[in-house]
């Protein structure tokens, strides 16, 4: 059984910064890509940051230059350094990935943590 666990998060001024770690658990063969994506109230789900296997990323336009996403293969771990956090930052933040979690099949499946919770304000 696969999980993602993320603790973290919590309450930060503007222009604070945060750092989200995300872990995996379980039985893994491998991760292709690992992400973060986040939900405003009254808006839907948005990516904000993806990490594929080779070390490639990518970014919504909204935060590129002030986050930056990273992991750690030994450890199944993702990070999320959130810097010059603002206002409308503040969401429940998902981690995301992608798993292989059987030897004797080739299925990948996409794996969801709880989410926690950012909130910009002063």
């Known amino acids: 059984q696969v999980q993602l666990v993320e603790p973290g998060g919590g309450l930060v001024q503007p222009g604070g910064s945060l750092r989200l770690s995300c872990a995996a658990s379980?039985?893994?063969?491998?991760?292709?890509?690992m992400g973060w994506y986040r939900q405003a109230p009254g808006k839907q789900r948005e990516l904000v940051a993806v990490i594929i296997s080779d070390g490639i990323t990518n970014y919504a336009d909204s935060v590129k230059g002030r986050f930056t996403i990273s992991r750690d293969n030994a450890k199944n771990t993702e990070y999320l350094q959130m810097n010059s956090l603002k206002p409308e930052d503040t969401a429940v933040y998902y981690c995301?990935?992608?798993?292989?979690?059987?030897?004797?099949?080739?299925?990948?499946?996409?794996?969801w943590g709880q989410g926690t919770q950012v909130t910009v304000s002063s």
């Open positions: 379980g039985t893994i063969v491998s991760i292709n890509s």
């Open positions: 995301q990935a992608m798993i292989r979690p059987s030897p004797f099949r080739s299925y990948v499946g996409n794996y």
